[in-house]
């Protein structure tokens, strides 16, 4: 149970509607996030992450519930603090910089007294966050003349010049190539670490998801499904769409009897009170495939992702399994093969 004096951001059962959709975009979420912890809002597109994300900065009125930051009540319904006065930093997917300004400029401007003078003090800060962000050298370079990975490091260090009690970051590495991408999640997380700041990340991307967070909030259909930590949420998930959404896995129909639940994999262990019928959660990684001719399935198809094979399986029963393993002589498409199990924790969901 967290310290009430560590919570940084307290929702309580906050709801958000649009007069053109039938039902609530935001439904009942509630949660809260400790100071220094990184927390990902993680879903499907059109699930509600970024409509609450605007909420919690100030760009969308409640119509229920209520957000408390930093102890300060900044929105219930009937009542909106201005997103200028909550304290909190936003990024976003464009970056959303001035192009005629420097990057030194683009980083004070919310700093700058009224008259735009860059006084002492906040020409210091500049260079503190510059250096925190790793551009120390590059604030005379305007927008143009910088890489993507660059604007978006510099679209942090404006959000976090006025020592905001939150930073907000939505889809902040979206429209960045894949290995830019996959280096930068990582300094980012390192850059909000070294600056103690609270973050709220919000993505579509699990692995994303999984990587940069402390805390991860898996939302479906306007609801908050699951809030958990990276390893909770991928080997506990609490729902059969979290299951599906986050760890992309299998799902096989289980019938329960005294020996357990049996599949046409075999019987596995595990007991759900009053359910008899439910579907077996089975993990990409989790299925060993032998070659054998006699075995229960054969490979229709492969992909070699450099440091594994992802293989589409058709069990005898006509259905389909998709199992990856280590990268290493793939099997070839029409091998007949032997289907096991390695289950790290049998999980079942009732029908």
């Given at each position: 149970m967290s310290n009430p004096e560590s919570i940084i951001l307290h929702l309580d059962r906050v709801i958000k509607k649009f007069a053109t959709l039938k039902h609530p975009v935001v439904n009942d979420i509630s949660l809260h996030l400790d100071r220094g912890e990184i927390l990902t809002l993680l879903g499907p597109s059109g699930c509600g992450k970024t409509t609450l994300l605007r909420a919690i900065a100030g760009f969308e009125a409640l119509d229920g519930g209520s957000i408390v930051i930093a102890g300060n009540l900044v929105s219930k319904r009937g009542y909106c603090l201005?997103?200028?006065?909550?304290?909190v930093g936003m990024v976003f997917q464009d970056y959303a910089l001035f192009p005629h300004l420097m990057v030194r400029d683009n980083i004070a401007f919310g700093l700058t007294h009224q008259g735009g003078k860059l006084t002492a003090e906040i020409r210091q800060r500049v260079g503190e966050v510059l250096q925190l962000v790793g551009l120390s050298g590059l604030g005379d370079r305007y927008p143009y003349q910088i890489s993507g990975g660059q604007q978006q490091r510099v679209a942090l260090a404006r959000a976090l010049a006025p020592r905001p009690a939150l930073v907000l970051l939505d889809e902040p590495l979206s429209n960045l190539d894949v290995q830019v991408r996959l280096h930068l999640r990582q300094e980012l997380r390192n850059i909000l670490k070294a600056a103690g700041t609270s973050a709220i990340f919000v993505t579509h991307?699990?692995?994303?998801?999984?990587s940069i967070s402390d805390s991860v909030g898996v939302m479906q259909g306007g609801f908050l499904e699951q809030v958990g930590t990276p390893e909770e949420i991928y080997l506990q998930p609490a729902s059969r769409f979290v299951a599906d959404f986050v760890t992309q896995a299998n799902f096989i129909p289980a019938s329960y009897s005294e020996a357990g639940w049996e599949t046409e994999l075999g019987y596995f262990q595990g007991k759900i009170e009053e359910v008899e019928k439910g579907e077996l959660m089975v993990r990409q990684?989790?299925?060993v495939l032998q070659p054998d001719e006699g075995g229960n399935g054969t490979i229709r198809d492969r992909q070699f992702l450099g440091r594994e094979h992802c293989y589409r399986v058709e069990m005898a029963s006509?259905?389909?399994l998709i199992a990856r393993s280590q990268a290493g002589k793939g099997l070839a498409i029409g091998?007949?093969?032997k289907v096991g199990l390695e289950l790290q924790s049998p999980k079942v969901f009732p029908l």
């Open positions: 201005p997103p200028e006065q909550r304290g991307d699990q692995e994303e998801a999984l990684e989790e299925i006509g259905r389909e091998t007949k093969v």
